[in-house]
């Protein structure tokens, strides 16, 4: 079935480091991928997404590809906040699904000043 | 912008009693919700889809009678855990899509943590 792998955590950075959290995943078709972020007490909001290969998703400094030939979508951000501490999930989903998600695992992220 | 919200928070509940968790759209129309379940470090897992006015579709290996969904209104889906079990200790998340928008836009609520002793 389908799945999605991400780099386990916890990462720990300092302000103004390179962020990046790998994702993979496994699927039979062409989803559209997706990076989501929960902070402290907050619900999953949606940071960025991509529905087809080679699509770049962006948002707040985030940036992620979508890459079919290496399934991967792996989350970045060239200098990191305090504010940026979270949860931070990597999920697919195909079109025809009602928006049924499949998510990795989480990888928590800790931004120190 | 999108608010979900969850009640309670979290609940600790004994052995064998039932125990209800709602998750309510704030200012918009959900026409279909999404109840996850969470382990610590581990993902979240779909249990069921529920869609406004008609039964609840389960993921493959949850139980249907264990675990009650409710969908009666636009704004209020409930999920009822009957005759827990420790093992039902979790993390349980809704989410809810908004009627008529594009399939991706769902908005997640916080967490309810449950805990059966």
């Known amino acids: 079935g389908d799945s999605v792998t991400q780099m386990e955590g916890p990462v720990t950075l300092s302000e103004e480091a390179f962020l990046t959290i790998n994702c993979t995943y496994t699927a039979t078709g062409y989803p559209s991928l997706f990076w989501y972020v929960q902070y402290p007490g907050e619900g999953l909001q949606l940071l960025l997404k991509?529905?087809?290969?080679?699509d770049k998703g962006s948002n707040k400094g985030f940036e992620a590809t979508y890459r079919k030939e290496t399934t991967s979508f792996h989350l970045e951000k060239g200098s990191v906040q305090v504010s940026d501490s979270a949860v931070y999930f990597c999920?697919?989903?195909?079109?025809?699904?009602?928006?049924?998600?499949?998510f990795g695992q989480g990888t928590i992220l800790t931004v120190h000043p | 912008g999108a608010v979900v919200s969850q009640h309670p928070s979290w609940v600790i509940c004994k052995s064998g009693t039932s125990v209800k968790i709602e998750c309510r759209s704030l200012d918009f129309q959900a026409t279909t919700m999404f109840w996850y379940r969470q382990f610590p470090k581990q993902s979240l897992m779909l249990m069921a889809t529920s869609n406004e006015g008609s039964k609840a579709t389960y993921e493959q290996g949850v139980e249907k009678d264990k675990f009650l969904i409710n969908h009666a209104s636009l704004t209020l889906s409930t999920l009822t855990v009957t005759s827990a079990h420790p093992e039902d200790s979790s993390f349980y998340i809704c989410?809810?899509?908004?009627?008529?928008?594009?399939?991706?836009?769902?908005?997640f609520g916080p967490g309810t943590r449950l805990t059966v002793t």
């Open positions: 999920a697919l989903r195909y079109g025809t699904s009602y928006g049924k998600l499949t």
């Open positions: 989410s809810a899509r908004v009627a008529g928008g594009p399939e991706y836009e769902q908005y």
């Open positions: 991509a529905t087809k290969a080679d």
